[in-house]
Nanobody
Framework: QVQLVESGGGLAQPGGSLRLSCAVSGFTVTSEIMSWARQVPGKGTEWVSGMSSVGREEYYADSVKGRFTVSRDNRKNILYLQMNNLQPEDTALYFC????????????RGQGTQVTVSS
């Protein structure tokens, strides 16, 4: 059974950091292109970052480039998103996505973890 379970969200101050985790079961993170995306009510879904399957190539949206870092632990089968210098506009529901071959916000996703950035 495929499961993607996100965790690590919460409340952060502007300039703060959070690390999100996506624990995967039912497939291996090394076999799939994986992404992080975020959703804000009324604003749709935004693709944030992604990682290729074999080469560990990293991809970022311009809005987070230089602040967010995607990584994975192959042994634990977990995808991470390290978020630094968080800003109020980063407030959203974040979820990981099993992309089925194409980077983007679409695919099989978890329930998400809420990130709120506020002073």
């Amino acid at each position: 059974q495929v499961q993607l379970v996100e965790s690590g969200g919460g409340l952060a101050q502007p300039g703060g950091s959070l690390r999100l985790s996506c624990a995967v079961s039912g497939f291996t993170v090394t076999s799939e292109i994986m992404s992080w995306a975020r959703q804000v009510p009324g604003k749709g879904t935004e693709w944030v970052s992604g990682m290729s399957s074999v080469g560990r190539e990293e991809y970022y949206a311009d809005s987070v480039k230089g602040r967010f870092t995607v990584s994975r632990d192959n042994r634990k089968n977990i995808l991470y998103l390290q978020m630094n210098n968080l800003q109020p506009e980063d407030t959203a529901l974040y979820f990981c996505v099993r992309n089925y071959g194409y980077l983007g916000p679409n695919g099989e996703r978890g329930q998400g973890t809420q990130v709120t950035v506020s002073s």
